[in-house]
Nanobody, 122 residues
């Protein structure tokens, strides 16, 4: 089992910045990629992938956050971070940390944190 705990959400004005952190604990040795997802409460849209990063540091971003968000990872500390700059009201949502565990001969397992609220006011 892997446990994920997010922190760093809050209320910020448009144009401001926030940094989210996610601490992984438990059986972390087989974690491959880590990611940040976003979900807007009350909307019918599913949780969307914002960005992910491989164990080797290769990062991908959804188009709407490119150039504004940066994901980073500290494998020694089992941490993943999301630096969010130039925030927009449409960035508002609950941000979830995700970790994918891969083990030989076993199915892929997704782990999720409890989520942290990010609210961007206009």
């Amino acid at each position: 089992q892997v446990q994920l705990v997010e922190s760093g959400g809050g209320l910020v004005q448009a144009g401001g910045s926030l940094t989210l952190s996610c601490q992984a604990s438990g059986r972390v040795s087989n974690i491959s990629s880590m990611a940040w997802y976003r979900q807007v409460p009350g909307k019918s849209r599913p949780r969307e992938l914002v960005t992910d990063i491989s164990s080797g540091g290769y990062a991908r971003y959804v188009e709407s956050v490119k150039g504004r968000f940066t994901i980073s990872r500290d494998n020694k500390k089992n941490m993943v971070y999301l630096r969010m700059n130039s925030l927009k009201p449409e960035d508002t949502g609950i941000y979830y940390c995700n970790a994918v565990q891969l083990s030989i001969g076993a199915p892929k397992i997704d782990y999720w944190g409890q989520g942290t609220q990010v609210t961007v006011s206009s």
